[in-house]
């Protein structure tokens, strides 16, 4: 028991939270797990978290339990009724925000509401707009941004995409380049499809991103840009897939210091800024345009 409130499974059945795929819901009943995801937050004494899909509010309830003030954002109306009665249990501790997480500039949300603690991302990400998010909150300016750290759970196998280096081949591609360059990312621990209502057909990781306080200097528009057409062929040397971005190749390759017949998967994260930089110089107005 980590509160008074009713076993999930009730609150879902009480407000007819039938799961709707479109929108990514695989629920968990498991206070036990959603307080482990917590605790790998904390310490929330004092703490703003910004959680994305509460749905019934398992994660939510475990966060505010740990001490969090939650500030959480809700596509789904129907979830309204169960959210405002963990609000009333936790006063003045959590605010529901209904929108669409992608439209919400989520730094502005937790400086609005937040207090003089720690701001924080903790979420079960809806899988469908999970890597979508993530890039818009790497990509954001000014860096580091307001949160100080990321603990988030997404498929398995974008989790391995996400803390990739140049050693896991397959998995290393923009998102690891993105991740990397900004923030240091692991794997905590994994979650298995039948912790969720209804199961996911694929295993869940759990994810902790703390931003890198001074990353190399760099356009995040350049560097996914780059990344993008880099990976985009992945088994075509440099020289090949760069020229995609429209640009001079081998200029590029020879301003970051680069051999021309180096593949996307041989290149580290500073490699990357290095192109970046030498997009950026050739095309000084276009470098950031998507
Ligand atoms: N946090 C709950 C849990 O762990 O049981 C639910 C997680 S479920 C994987 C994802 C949640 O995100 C759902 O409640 C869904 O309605 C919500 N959602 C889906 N797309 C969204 C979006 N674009 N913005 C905000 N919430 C969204």
């Not at 904390?42 to 475990?62: C, D, K, S």
């Not at 880099?230 to 075509?236: I, L, S, T």
């Amino acid at each position: 028991m980590i509160d008074d409130l009713p076993p999930l499974r009730d609150v879902v059945t009480r407000h007819g939270l039938d799961a709707k795929k479109t929108l990514g819901q695989n629920f968990l009943y498991d206070l036990n797990l959603t307080s482990r995801i917590a605790r790998a937050a904390g310490p929330l004494e004092n703490a703003t978290v910004v959680e994305i899909g509460p749905g019934p509010g398992g994660l939510t309830r475990a966060l505010l339990a740990q001490g969090a003030r939650v500030v959480a954002i809700e596509r789904d109306q129907r979830c309204q009724p169960a959210l405002a009665e963990i609000a009333a249990h936790y006063p003045g501790r959590l605010t529901v925000v209904e929108g669409d997480a992608l439209e919400i500039d989520v730094a502005e949300l937790a400086r609005m509401h937040g207090t003089q603690g720690p701001a924080r991302i903790c979420a079960n990400l809806p899988y469908n707009v999970a890597t979508a998010l993530l890039t818009r909150w790497i990509e954001a300016e000014p860096w580091p941004s307001v949160f100080d750290r990321y603990v988030l759970m997404f498929q398995k196998e974008v989790a391995l995409r996400i803390v990739a280096t140049p050693a896991q081949r397959s998995d290393y591609g923009r998102l690891a380049v993105l991740c990397g360059w900004r923030t240091k990312a692991r794997i905590l621990f994994d979650v298995s499809p039948s912790a969720f209502t209804p199961p996911p057909k694929v295993t869940s990781s759990i994810v902790e991103l703390v931003p890198n306080p001074a990353p190399l200097p760099c356009d995040p528009g350049a560097l996914s840009r780059v990344a993008q057409a880099a990976f985009g062929q992945r088994r075509k040397m440099l020289r090949q897939s760069l020229r995609s971005l429209g640009v001079d190749a081998g200029e590029m390759l020879a301003h970051a210091g680069i051999a021309e017949t180096k593949r996307a998967e041989e290149i580290e994260v500073a490699g990357f800024v290095a192109l970046a930089d030498a997009f950026a110089a050739q095309r000084p107005t276009k470098a950031s345009a998507r």
